[in-house]
């Protein structure tokens, strides 16, 4: 079975600075899909960025960025410039090719500090 | 945003009664989800659908059983509510096709069983 492991339950940063979440996951397939979703407050789940797994480029998107290391099954979110707006809790995802359902880890709950 | 729309946004309902949470989406999507989201487990799959008519299990499928007699219509019934089921229930649409492509959610549905 497939599983997510996020290592950092809560993490706090003050405004503009750069944050690193972590996130780790274990499986025996090649091919498969990663995501960090956000959950603001309003509960919304708002997806931040995608990895495919066949992709050596690692993502990213305006202050966003993903660090993969598919051999160490590793999929990070970077955040630059931190803002306020960016306070939420972050969850990392995984599904298979061909699956439909989607995997999460337990979250990160993170803190912008003005 | 993806056009997704639950009802209602809040439920207070006694043990033992039926209850049942609709999720709308307006881009005829094909592929649908029911999530449930618990502290220290993140989501957790219920039920899809993969067309009209056509459902699956999830992981956690015990006690809910789902309908979709319309594409834009997916629904959840707990036929018999427990309070094991208090949670915050989402539904979310996969808007590639379903084989390993992002899921887009909707705002929830935050369900209490006293």
């Known amino acids: 079975a497939q599983t997510v492991t996020q290592s950092q339950p809560e993490m706090s940063v003050q405004e503009a600075e750069t944050v690193t979440l972590s996130c780790t996951y274990d499986?025996?397939?090649?091919?498969?899909?990663l995501f960090w979703y956000k959950q603001p407050p309003s509960r919304q789940m708002i997806l931040v960025i995608r990895q495919e797994a066949y992709k050596q480029q690692n993502a990213t998107e305006n202050r966003f960025s993903v660090n993969f290391q598919k051999a160490a099954k590793s999929f990070s979110l970077k955040i630059s410039d931190s803002q306020l707006g960016d306070t939420a809790m972050y969850f990392c995802?995984?599904?298979?090719?061909?699956?439909?359902?989607?995997?999460f880890g337990q979250g990160t709950r993170l803190t912008i500090n003005p | 945003d993806a056009g997704i729309t639950q009802s209602p946004r809040h439920k207070v309902t006694e043990t033992g009664t039926p209850v049942t949470l609709r999720c709308h989406q307006t881009e005829n999507h094909r592929y649908m989800y029911w999530y449930r989201q618990d502290p220290g487990h993140g989501l957790r799959l219920i039920h899809y659908?993969?067309?009209?008519?056509?459902?699956d299990k999830g992981e956690v499928s015990d006690g809910y059983s789902v309908s979709r007699s319309k594409t834009e219509d997916f629904l959840l019934t707990l036929e018999s509510a427990t309070s094991s089921q208090t949670s915050v229930y989402f539904c979310?649409?996969?808007?590639?096709?379903?084989?390993?492509?992002?899921?887009?959610f909707g705002p929830g549905t935050r369900l209490t069983v006293t």
């Open positions: 499986t025996s397939e090649s091919n498969y899909y």
């Open positions: 995802a995984f599904i298979l090719q061909g699956a439909q359902k989607l995997v």
């Open positions: 659908s993969y067309g009209v008519k056509d459902t």
């Open positions: 979310a649409i996969s808007a590639r096709g379903g084989a390993g492509y992002e899921q887009y």
